[in-house]
Nanobody
Framework: DVQLQASGGGLVQPGRSLRLSCVAS????????IGWFRQAPGKEREIVSC????????HYADSAKGRFAISSDNTKKTVYLQMDNLKPEDTAVYYC?????????????WGQGTQVTVSS
């Protein structure tokens, strides 16, 4: 079966960095777009970044551009989100998602989420 496990969150001061990891099992990365989403208290869930499993194409929300970097390791079946220069407004629960492409379009899986808190 398909499972996603998100980890790497924590409590950090503004300006510091975190690297989130999403370990996938039962998934061929080439068949999915892997995305990072976040949901802050009182706000709707929003996409932060995603990466195409087949070609490595990346996209970033405006709030993440210049500060975050998404990458993948197909051997380890892991997608990373490197977050630098964190700001208080980055505080949220971060979720990873596998979104099927091609014949798997419409199939999606979610990790459990990991809490990121940015506070001085």
């Amino acid at each position: 079966d398909v499972q996603l496990q998100a980890s790497g969150g924590g409590l950090v001061q503004p300006g510091r960095s975190l690297r989130l990891s999403c370990v996938a099992s039962g998934v061929n990365f080439r068949d999915y777009v892997i995305g990072w989403f976040r949901q802050a208290p009182g706000k709707e869930r929003e996409i932060v970044s995603c990466i195409g499993g087949s070609d490595g194409t990346t996209h970033y929300a405006d709030s993440a551009k210049g500060r975050f970097a998404i990458s993948s390791d197909n051997t380890k079946k892991t997608v990373y989100l490197q977050m630098d220069n964190l700001k208080p407004e980055d505080t949220a629960v971060y979720y990873c998602q596998a979104d099927g492409t091609g014949y798997l379009r419409g199939r999606e899986y979610w990790g459990q989420g990991t809490q990121v808190t940015v506070s001085s």
